[in-house]
């Protein structure tokens, strides 16, 4: 009943962008928190950023400055503004949309992939 499904990955030159959505049903999405998870294989997922029901936002300290989250909750989804692209950022990134207190209420994408090369 709950989706989240990304689009927008591929493959892209250093120094390009790329925007990165989110479609989200079957949930109250205005009621929860959202976020970019990012993995590349062998390292660990990461928290890429973040944005809370009030619109605070949090980044790693390695995509600041660069990537910018945001929320449409008239359409229901999420949105990763990527610029300024690295070979480091590429992973396959992941959507999450959670309610902090509630660890039932924790649903996550299947993920899209974002190759960074030239």
């Known amino acids: 009943q709950v989706q989240l499904v990304e689009s927008g990955g591929g493959l892209v030159q250093p120094g390009g962008s790329l925007r990165l959505s989110c479609a989200v049903s079957g949930i109250d999405f205005s009621s929860y928190v959202v976020a970019w998870h990012r993995q590349a294989p062998p390292k660990q997922r990461e928290l890429v950023a973040s944005?809370?029901?009030?619109?605070?936002?949090t980044y790693a300290d390695s995509v600041k400055g660069r990537f910018t989250i945001s929320r449409d909750n008239t359409e229901n989804t999420i949105y990763l503004q990527m610029i300024g692209l690295t070979p480091e950022d590429t992973a396959v990134y992941y959507c999450r949309a959670f309610i902090p207190t509630i660890r039932q209420s924790d649903f996550w994408g299947q993920g899209t992939r974002v190759t960074v090369s030239s």
């Open positions: 944005m809370t029901t009030r619109g605070l936002t």
